[in-house]
């Protein structure tokens, strides 16, 4: 702590002061290391951990820091090859009308199905695809599959299709220009319509330079595709981000709609914000939707469309065109909706 604190002291180059942060790493040796480029290593390794864990710290070096590392590294490797050997997938999760209950779109969701780790999480790997630089090769490929997928659906479903389908981007795509015109070549390629085609992304993917995000972002609305600001209400998300950015969907958290059929707070709040939201023309999506009292809640705060369990689980290509075929449109009970009303009309004017 004391050397941070020295390297965190001021300085002065060419007249203007800088200063500097240290993320250390720590290897208490007590006769475990015979040789000095093993300590070296394993220092170097949990400097790594502690800039992950917030830069400007220090932390000490434990054997799941370097477990944790190897299989980071293993993965990569595999991760390279993922496409090629038809590991990755995607699993499709539909948003319907919270009016009408009928199938209005679907997200589609990355899955990396390991040879012999079997199904990894999104939340460890892409994580590394985006470190390593896989990530571009990685988005071309759900941007491609999801096109060809909503393609093949309009011809085995006809009328029963999506309107419209969901397609994740990274943080790591906004650094340059480059991704807007890879997303018109895939668009170009397929021939889907791109007004069918949704780009979601989280705010926190847009605050490291906003500016470039967007232009980036308005390049993409100007292909004539739409842009979902996916996880609002957490980390950095703000009402100035619905006014800065071309954003035509917003998605509550779903920790916002865990509870709201108990919590005023939260009812209140995405009340508010699903008012604000109609009134900039922005369609509102809640996500995380699991029992019919929430559905009913979100119905009448004012979103409109919802997504979750309740609807269905994320499901393959097959079974989401044995849902969408024979899905019966369906709301909740009207008593939850009653009792709904008469609990929150003290504090929340529904009728506006």
Not at 44 to 50: G, I, L, P, Q, T
Not at 134 to 144: P, S
Not at 208 to 224: E, F, M, W, Y
Request: aromatic share 8%.
């Amino acid at each position: 702590a004391c050397l941070q604190q020295v390297l965190a002291e001021p300085y002065v180059i060419g007249g203007v002061e800088l200063r500097s942060t240290a993320s250390i790493g720590v290897v208490s040796n007590h006769g475990q290391y015979s040789c000095a480029n093993d300590l070296i290593r394993d220092a170097d390794v949990a400097m790594y951990e502690s800039k992950r864990a917030g830069r400007g710290s220090y932390l000490v070096f434990d054997t799941s820091m370097r477990d944790q590392v190897q299989r980071q590294l293993k993965l990569e490797a595999d991760l390279g090859m993922a496409i090629e050997n038809g590991q990755l997938s995607l699993a499709y999760q539909p948003i319907v009308s919270l009016e009408s209950g009928e199938i209005y779109g679907v997200e589609a969701l990355l899955r990396w199905q390991h040879p012999e780790d079997g199904w990894i999480s999104p939340e460890e790997f892409i994580p590394i695809a985006e470190d390593s630089g896989l990530i571009q090769n990685i988005c071309d490929w759900v941007v491609f599959e999801g096109c060809c997928q909503l393609i093949q659906w309009d011809t085995e479903l006809g009328a029963a299709a999506p309107n419209s389908i969901s397609l994740n981007l990274s943080p790591r795509q906004f650094a340059n220009f480059e991704v807007a015109k890879r997303v018109a070549q895939v668009l170009h390629d397929t021939g889907v319509d791109p007004s069918r085609i949704v780009f979601e992304l989280t705010e926190s993917a847009l605050m490291s330079d906003p500016d470039i995000a967007a232009k980036v972002l308005q390049r993409i609305k100007d292909l004539g595709s739409r842009i979902a600001l996916d996880d609002f209400g957490i980390g950095n998300s703000s009402f100035a981000s619905l006014h800065r950015f071309p954003v035509d969907i917003l998605k509550f958290d779903r920790s916002f709609i865990n509870g709201i059929q108990e919590e005023r707070d939260l009812a209140s709040l995405v009340h508010s914000i699903a008012v604000l939201a109609r009134n900039l023309g922005i369609c509102t999506v809640a996500e995380g939707v699991e029992v019919p009292e929430q559905f009913l809640a979100v119905r009448e705060l004012g979103c409109d469309m919802a997504q979750g369990y309740l609807i269905a689980k994320p499901l393959t290509p097959d079974g989401f065109a044995e849902f969408a075929v024979g899905q019966n449109p369906a709301v909740p009970s009207g008593v939850g909706a009653i009792i709904f009303q008469n609990r929150w009309e003290d504090k929340i004017d529904l009728s506006v």
